[in-house]
């Protein structure tokens, strides 16, 4: 048999061989070590003895150690090279960003929240941040700076959500909570409460500006969604409920209007989601999105820069950009996601995460859709691959992670300062927008660890 061990590391080994017998008294296994090697007390006496003692527990502990941390390195590795194989030149130097995910560590870790983060919302033009909380407040910060800005007190219960939004030029923060109100703030004047929407019968869990709204009531509506399993739509220039939508048979979690303003994309405890045409007298579903078998939680309408990948994963050509609610995505309490047509048939099942999918948001580039769980990760789907997960951020939080919002995209053009864009969800373009509107590779997290995240090319 040939040797792997030169005869100077045998001799080595065979020493504390014979240290390590000898010191767990095993001195008969050790005296014949010692004869049938020829190492008598002349050549290994007790005080050489004595220096090889410990030496093979050492030698074999660091071994054991030094496995785990190549196995450790091996997955880090894998994992590494799997983000560089989805990825393309461009998106490896982080320039491009319709190809930009999410890489921890996040460039801010925003603390000050008493108790469990459950909202966030980008102002559409300044570098503000809402967050909602468990503990009663808002509180804004500038996401750029990593900085608390304010707090807002109000609300006499935990805030649920939080949007920004309203008419053109005079951009508003909403605020819903468990103490069954919407509460109105103005950000240009100090963030004071400048109206209250009394009305649903229990907590509100979702607000949203309706964007790019028509004739006299443009930018100036609002939709909600509540635990008395309605969604209502809202003027904030009279505080006034002018439409009810009932159809959902339970808790109504959540709320997504598309970018147009016509439809509303709402989630429930009742196990499906619908899609409502809010422009008729008396909004019905369009579409009722079933095969979730738990609670959704969250939902986000496509932009139209992911029709391509959609459509290609639904095996039918096309649509046209104009058509504002092709596809769209919710998450469950089932751990999963569904992406689905207008029609409300399932496109595809997203499975990985394992625990309630608390929040998913398309990337406004149109190949990722990205989401967030009790797992504590955010995963990124790429459409372009069949919705295969090309990414994890295994420490995106060390909680349950309750809410994920895409920065607004961009315009350049002076005269969309203080737009509506803010009402949008995902962050997706406006229909009036410019092509050249510029995508912002900014992501806001927030968690039950009590912290607000930013994750920031």
């Not at 792997?4 to 065979?14: D, I, V």
């Not at 390590?20 to 007790?46: I, K, P």
């Not at 895409?406 to 969309?416: E, I, N, Q, Y």
Request: charged share 25%; hydrophobic share 40%.
């Amino acid at each position: 048999m040939a040797h792997l061990l030169t005869p100077r590391q045998a001799e080595e080994l065979h020493r504390a061989l014979i240290a390590y017998l000898s010191a767990n008294n095993l001195t008969a296994t050790a005296t014949a070590l010692r004869q049938e090697l020829n190492l008598g007390e002349d050549v290994f006496d007790a005080a050489t003895a004595k220096k090889y003692e410990g030496l093979l527990e050492r030698k074999w502990t660091s071994v054991v150690r030094l496995q785990k941390k190549i196995m450790d390195l091996e997955a880090r590795n894998t994992t590494l090279q799997s983000e560089l194989d989805n990825a393309t030149p461009t998106s490896r130097q982080n320039k491009d960003p319709v190809n930009w995910l999410p890489k921890s560590p996040a460039r801010h870790t925003l603390q000050s929240h008493r108790k469990p983060v459950t909202c966030v919302a980008f102002h559409p033009v300044f570098s503000s941040l809402a967050s909602g909380s468990d503990d009663q407040t808002i509180k804004i910060w500038d996401w750029e700076l990593g900085e608390l800005e304010r707090t807002i007190k109000g609300h006499t219960k935990a805030v649920l959500d939080v949007d920004y939004g309203g008419p053109k030029g005079n951009t508003l923060l909403a605020s819903c909570s468990s103490d069954l109100t919407i509460k109105l703030w103005d950000p240009s004047d100090d963030y004071k409460n400048i109206r209250t929407l009394p009305g649903h019968d229990h907590s509100v869990s979702a607000v949203r500006f309706i964007p790019s709204g028509v004739g006299e009531s443009a930018g100036n509506l609002l939709v909600s969604a509540s635990r008395d399993k309605t969604l209502r739509i809202w003027d904030v220039s009279t505080g006034f409920c002018v439409k009810t939508l009932r159809g959902h048979a339970e808790w109504v979690r959540d709320v997504c209007p598309s970018i147009d303003g016509r439809f509303v994309l709402s989630t429930s405890d009742d196990y499906t989601s619908r899609l409502w045409d809010i422009t008729v007298a008396n909004p019905e579903p369009k579409a009722t999105f079933i095969g979730h078998e738990h609670v959704v939680l969250c939902c986000a309408i496509a932009p139209a820069a992911a029709y391509p990948h959609l459509a290609a994963m639904a095996g039918v050509k096309k649509p046209p950009a104009t058509s504002t609610v092709e596809f769209m995505a919710t998450g469950s309490r089932d751990k999963t996601i569904r992406l689905w047509d207008a029609r409300g048939t399932c496109i595809k099942v997203l499975v990985g995460h394992d625990n309630w999918v608390r929040g998913v948001v398309f990337h406004p580039g149109g190949k990722y859709l990205l989401s967030v769980a009790d797992d504590y990760t955010l995963r990124c789907w790429d459409l372009a691959q069949e919705g295969r997960c090309v990414k994890t951020v295994s420490d995106a939080h060390s909680h349950f992670v309750q809410c994920i919002r895409w920065a607004p995209s961009v315009v350049k053009d002076p005269a969309a300062n203080g737009a509506d864009g803010g009402g949008d969800a995902n962050g997706t373009l406006k229909p009036s927008a410019p092509p050249e509107a510029q995508i912002r590779c900014v992501i806001a997290t927030g968690s039950v660890d009590l912290n607000v995240r930013i994750f920031a090319n």
